[in-house]
């Protein structure tokens, strides 16, 4: 498996030049309770490789509260023959705790 771990800096430079998009695999709830301005939801526990939005030009970046679910995002993405290869390793509670800006 390919894994590139993204910082927060390069989730937040990404996010600002418009070449990620950010696809959270929380559940539902966790992501109304406060998600990454402009993330997607894709729960991991209802992962379909087939409905990772098309973002064309734009790399997909997994992230979840604090790398697990993303890295298995990654796994079931690859298994699925994506080429999809970066999450965000520190996920939603480094980013709240860094002071990223939170959405609801
Ligand atoms: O979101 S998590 O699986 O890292 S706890």
Same mark, same amino acid.
Do not use: N
């Given at each position: 498996m390919i894994v590139k771990d993204l910082d927060i800096d390069a989730v937040r430079a990404g996010l600002a030049d418009g070449s990620i998009l950010v696809v959270d695999v929380r559940e539902p709830h966790e992501f109304a309770a406060g998600h990454i301005p402009g993330s997607t939801l894709l729960p991991l526990s209802q992962?379909?490789? %087939? %409905?990772i939005p098309d973002a064309p030009g734009k790399r997909i970046v997994f992230s979840c509260a604090a790398g697990v679910r993303s890295l298995r995002a990654l796994e079931f993405a690859q298994s699925a023959g994506l080429d999809i290869d970066s999450h965000y390793f520190g996920g939603f509670k480094d980013w709240a705790m860094r002071g990223g800006p939170v959405e609801r």
């Amino acid at each position: 498996m390919i894994v590139k771990d993204l910082d927060i800096d390069a989730v937040r430079a990404g996010l600002a030049d418009g070449s990620i998009l950010v696809v959270d695999v929380r559940e539902p709830h966790e992501f109304a309770a406060g998600h990454i301005p402009g993330s997607t939801l894709l729960p991991l526990s209802q992962f379909d490789p %087939a %409905a990772i939005p098309d973002a064309p030009g734009k790399r997909i970046v997994f992230s979840c509260a604090a790398g697990v679910r993303s890295l298995r995002a990654l796994e079931f993405a690859q298994s699925a023959g994506l080429d999809i290869d970066s999450h965000y390793f520190g996920g939603f509670k480094d980013w709240a705790m860094r002071g990223g800006p939170v959405e609801r």
